[in-house]
């Protein structure tokens, strides 16, 4: 089947062989070792009492906005003082510092304004600079191969607006850094403030030229330096419409959290404008299935909102995560990952090893807490006791559903990797029960490099040095 992309995907294992699959006996036996890039595709649900959180959050939600009603008839976009007119597309630079002298950092953003009413949305990459995947995906958007006359974004047919920033940390982009030039996280530094430090200036002018007139933002990461992430949505559920997207994208993990202190998604979040983040792939690299999966959802999300023509594609299954289990290494050494991010594993199951070169006839197996889906994987070599090389997902419902999606790797499949799913109906879609919460109040606070020390705003005005 063709892809996004134009090139071709590996049919989904389908039939027989997944029936050998889920028939086969259970293995403790360590995995042969392998590089695998087959995304994945599992289902949980949170818990009872979140649960009641994000259905009481849900009785508010309302219908659409009279501002989108196709009876108020086609407006002009207005965007960085500029006027952009019904069905036309403009490529513009927004500064992200206005200063007369000195680097101003210019990023492209690429606005598609509709001929029919509709809402806002504002697609993101690279908020930290080394992350790859988010600047390929969109940049391929605003290209000819997706936008123009007949194309799956025609200004003529689409309804609202979409603006497309493939890079937002264009300094550290441009010198290969997750970081702004003064070292600070762009993406816990929102909403900012204009007189502060770097970060937050800039920072400031982001939420105020771009993500205030949205009102849905899509937010394209990876994981950070050292580990890598199976393609997976982060969303707070308990925001209606934050809800309504996250579900539309159409795979199958997603991970409920709020977002840690001063990022884009939480502080969006508080303004009651949509947020969701997409996690996929590593650093400092471009992995082809979460480029593909990215663009994948953000059509689907599209389609969800009627902003463009045709029906959304829906997974068979869908994760509702609230929370997680740790693999971690109890010695210290180099270490072999045998069942990388997007594994299903046993308990007990061999998913590591750990060797010295200062003893080379010792060899130490990491194994796996429970039976789950590993949904980021440690790729520094280097560890020591207590260093996470694994972070899981725990299934104990729905195993034999998963079963039947294992890859000839053990790996799952995910949506948008193979193609399109069949048409299905939301109440269709299978959720399993997994119990659970988040390590240190969210998802990554296990992985950090850096103790919290406050915030980078508090740390400022305590040091005059900052």
Not at 249 to 265: H, T, V
Request: contains cysteine; negative net charge; glycine residues 10%.
């Amino acid at each position: 089947m063709p892809n996004l992309l134009g090139g071709s995907l590996t049919d989904s294992t389908e039939g027989s062989d997944n029936e050998q699959i889920s028939d086969r006996p259970e293995s403790l036996l360590p995995r042969s070792k392998r590089r695998r890039f087959s995304p994945l595709k599992v289902a949980n649900q949170i818990p009872k009492r979140r649960r009641i959180e994000i259905e009481k959050a849900l009785e508010g939600s309302s219908g659409t906005p009279k501002k989108w009603s196709r009876q108020s008839g086609p407006k002009n976009h207005t965007f960085l003082r500029k006027r952009i007119p019904p069905g036309s597309i403009r490529r513009l630079e927004f500064d992200l510092l206005s200063v007369d002298i000195g680097e101003s950092w210019p990023v492209p953003i690429t606005v598609v304004h509709g001929a029919r009413p509709g809402p806002t949305i504002t697609l993101l990459g690279a908020v930290h600079g080394n992350e790859l995947v988010g600047p390929l995906a969109l940049t391929y958007l605003s290209g000819p191969n997706f936008i123009g006359s007949g194309k799956a974004i025609d200004p003529e047919a689409l309804s609202g607006t979409i603006r497309i920033v493939p890079i937002v940390n264009m300094p550290g982009y441009k010198t290969k850094s997750r970081y702004m030039p003064d070292g600070r996280d762009l993406n816990r530094s929102f909403p900012g403030k204009p007189d502060s430090n770097t970060s937050y200036r800039v920072a400031n002018r982001i939420w105020n030229k771009i993500i205030a007139g949205s009102d849905y933002v899509i937010d394209l990461h990876t994981a950070a330096v050292g580990r890598t992430n199976m393609p997976q949505i982060r969303a707070n559920l308990a925001h209606a419409s934050s809800n309504r997207i996250a579900r539309s994208f159409g795979i199958e993990a997603i991970l409920d959290n709020a977002g840690p202190k001063g990022s884009l998604r939480r502080v969006t979040n508080d303004a009651d404008i949509a947020c969701v983040t997409f996690e996929g792939g590593g650093p400092d690299e471009l992995d082809p299935e979460s480029v593909q999966v990215s663009l994948y959802g953000i059509l689907n999300v599209l389609r969800s909102l009627r902003m463009i023509p045709g029906h959304p594609s829906r997974p068979s299954f869908r994760i509702l995560a609230s929370g997680s289990l740790w693999i971690r290494s109890d010695q210290g050494g180099l270490l072999d990952v045998l069942a990388p991010a997007g594994s299903f594993v046993d308990e007990g199951e061999v998913v590591a090893t750990v060797t010295n070169p200062e003893s080379p006839s010792e060899s130490h197996d990491i194994v796996s807490p429970t039976r789950g889906l590993i949904i980021c994987s440690a790729t520094n070599p280097f560890v020591t006791a207590g260093t996470p090389v694994g972070h899981i997902l725990p299934v104990s419902k729905g195993v034999q559903t998963i079963r039947k999606r294992l890859d000839e790797d053990d790996c799952l499949v995910i949506s948008g990797a193979d193609g399109d799913p069949v048409w299905r109906d939301d109440d269709e879609v299978e959720d399993i029960t997994v119990d659970g919460e988040w390590s240190g109040g969210n998802v990554d606070a296990e992985w950090s490099t850096n103790p919290p020390t406050g915030s980078d705003e508090e740390a400022a005005e305590s040091d005059p040095h900052q």
